[in-house]
């Protein structure tokens, strides 16, 4: 079983449509992560949250809003997404100490069909 | 730039066999971390084996271990007798720190299939 939950599983949306997808931890970690992952390739970074504070964020289109509301949730709220973002979107966290480099631990991840 | 090459893209092998996969990194940092991770079809992204720069020995997990050479700046992954829960996406990372957080560098993968 995996320590990061993520749902949905999977979710089909229209372009105009508005939905979240939702990440929990409950491993104390104060570092969580969105991915982007297309078929066949590896995961590519969206955002890093630091102490419920957003650290990175990779360029990502404003049509994605990622969300921390505390240290154990991660919200990627959507909107007016386009057919090319369809892709199965992951969730990670870790430990921050910032110093050492702890792994990543990671979630089973939400497949997103945009119609 | 940091950049993480994996030279297989597919790889295939019989059950109980040991097989290794290839990965080679581009840094210019003294210390850093490396990953291996395996992601089956059920698309969890699963650590399988961490090594840190600074340690010489390579790092040992079960039936999976490494082969780190740090001036050659290349980290091979060797599964011994391979299972058929092996079949798997694995991928070769680099960890570093930027903005005050940490990013994975990841390569391409190397598809492993055990065969029975």
């Known amino acids: 079983d995996t320590e990061v939950t993520q749902t949905p599983k999977h979710l089909v949306m229209g372009m105009t449509n508005k939905k979240s997808l939702k990440c929990e931890q409950h491993?104390?970690?104060?570092?969580m992560y969105w991915y982007k992952q297309k078929a066949k390739k590896p995961p590519e970074l969206m955002f890093v949250?630091?102490?419920?504070?957003?650290?990175i964020n990779e360029s990502v289109p404003s049509r994605f809003s990622p969300e921390c509301p505390n240290s154990s949730l991660l919200n990627l709220h959507l909107h007016a997404l386009q057919p090319e973002d369809s892709a199965l979107y992951l969730c990670?966290?870790?430990?921050?100490?910032?110093?050492?480099?702890?792994?990543?631990?990671f979630g089973d991840g939400t497949r997103l069909s945009i119609l | 730039a940091q950049t993480v090459t994996q030279s297989q893209p597919e790889m295939s092998v019989q059950e109980a066999e040991t097989v290794t996969l290839s990965c080679t990194y581009d840094?210019?940092?003294?210390?850093?971390?490396l990953f291996w991770y395996k992601q089956p079809p059920s698309r969890q992204m699963i650590l399988v084996i961490r090594?840190?720069?600074?340690?010489?020995q390579n790092a040992t997990e079960n039936r999976f271990s490494v082969n780190f050479q740090k001036a050659a700046k290349s980290f091979s992954l060797k599964i011994s007798d391979s299972q058929l829960g092996d079949t798997a996406m694995y991928f070769c990372?680099?960890?570093?720190?930027?903005?005050?957080?940490?990013?994975?560098?990841f390569g391409q993968g190397t598809r492993l299939t055990i065969n029975p």
């Open positions: 090594q840190e720069a600074y340690k010489q």
């Open positions: 990670a966290s870790s430990q921050e100490d910032r110093v050492s480099n702890q792994p990543q631990h």
């Open positions: 840094t210019s940092e003294s210390n850093y971390y």
């Open positions: 949250y630091s102490y419920e504070k957003l650290s």
């Open positions: 491993m104390g970690h104060r570092a």
């Open positions: 990372a680099f960890m570093k720190r930027t903005q005050g957080a940490q990013k994975l560098v």
